[in-house]
C-alpha cells in the first residue's frame, strides 16, 4: 500500500533556481495539502486542494505555486528558492464528505522533503 | 490567532512513567475533529487518534488515552506506561467543517529516558 508518495526525499537548491516537489496519492482521497516544518516548529500549510482543478492559499503560500490536474497527483513549485524556503515538505492527503460526516477520515502524511536552499 | 495551542514545549520522563500532553484549541465552528499526530525521530508523522466535537466520551486504546472538554477547548493525550519508543514529538491539530484545513500546534518534544 503506498499511500502517500513525495519526492525527492532529499534536495540541495542554490538561489534563484526552481523545483517541483512531486506528491502523489493512490487512495482515491479529495483534499490534498502542503505542509512546511521548520526545524522545532508545528507544520504551516502553505496551499491545498479539495478536487481536481481547485486549489486555495493557506497559511504561507508566498514564494509557491500548485496545480492540481488530476486526483492523484498535486505537485508544489518553487519558482525562485530563497534560504527563507529552507525547510521539511509534506504532503497529505485525506477523504472528506461534506454530508457524510462519518466517512471523513484523517489526513495521511508522505515522508517528507527536506530541502535546503544555499 | 493561533487555533492550536501546545504550551509545554518539552517533558522529559523516565521509563514506566505516565505522560500527559496538554491541548488547548480555539474555533468558533460547532462542528470540528481533533487529532494527535506522532513524529518520532526519523520524522515521519504517524496518525494517533481522532475525535469529532459532538463526541466527549473520553476513551482508553492500549496506553493511549484522551480526554477531551468542550467546556474548556481542551484535548489532552496521555500515554499510560511510557516506553523508550514513545520519544517523538507530538502534534495536536484541529480541523473545523468550513474548510476542513488542519492546523497544527507547536508540538511537544517527549523524551523517555530508560
Known amino acids: 500500500n503506498a499511500g502517500v508518495t513525495q519526492t525527492p526525499k532529499f534536495r540541495i537548491l542554490k538561489i534563484g533556481q526552481s523545483m517541483t516537489l512531486q506528491c502523489t496519492q493512490d487512495?482515491?482521497?479529495?483534499?490534498m495539502y502542503w505542509y512546511r516544518q521548520d526545524p522545532g516548529m508545528g507544520l504551516k500549510l502553505i496551499y491545498y486542494?479539495?478536487?481536481?482543478?481547485?486549489?486555495d492559499k493557506g497559511e504561507v503560500p508566498n514564494g509557491y505555486n500548485v496545480s492540481r490536474s488530476t486526483t492523484e497527483d498535486f505537485p508544489l513549485r518553487l519558482e525562485l528558492a530563497a534560504p527563507s524556503q529552507t525547510s521539511v515538505y509534506f504532503c497529505?492527503?485525506?477523504?472528506?464528505?461534506?454530508?457524510?460526516?462519518?466517512?471523513?477520515?484523517?489526513?495521511?502524511f508522505g515522508q517528507g522533503t527536506r530541502l535546503t536552499v544555499v | 490567532a493561533q487555533k492550536v495551542t501546545q504550551a509545554q514545549t518539552e517533558i522529559s520522563v523516565v521509563e514506566k512513567e505516565d505522560v500527559t500532553l496538554d491541548c488547548v484549541y480555539e474555533?468558533?465552528?460547532?462542528?470540528?475533529?481533533l487529532f494527535w499526530y506522532k513524529q518520532p525521530p526519523s520524522g515521519e508523522l504517524v496518525f494517533l487518534i481522532r475525535?469529532?466535537?459532538?463526541?466527549?466520551q473520553n476513551e482508553i486504546s492500549g496506553r493511549y488515552s484522551w480526554n477531551f472538554q468542550k467546556s474548556t477547548s481542551s484535548f489532552n493525550f496521555t500515554i499510560t506506561a511510557s516506553q523508550v519508543v514513545d520519544s517523538a514529538v507530538y502534534f495536536c491539530?484541529?480541523?473545523?467543517?468550513?474548510?476542513?484545513?488542519?492546523?497544527f500546534g507547536a508540538g511537544t518534544t517527549v523524551t523517555v529516558r530508560a
Open positions: 487512495m482515491n482521497h479529495n483534499y
Open positions: 474555533t468558533r465552528d460547532t462542528t470540528y475533529y
Open positions: 475525535r469529532n466535537s459532538f463526541d466527549e
Open positions: 491539530a484541529l480541523s473545523e467543517v468550513n474548510d476542513y484545513k488542519l492546523s
Open positions: 497529505a492527503s485525506s477523504r472528506i464528505d461534506r454530508f457524510e460526516w462519518g466517512r471523513n477520515t484523517e489526513a495521511f
Open positions: 486542494s479539495v478536487g481536481a482543478g481547485i486549489t
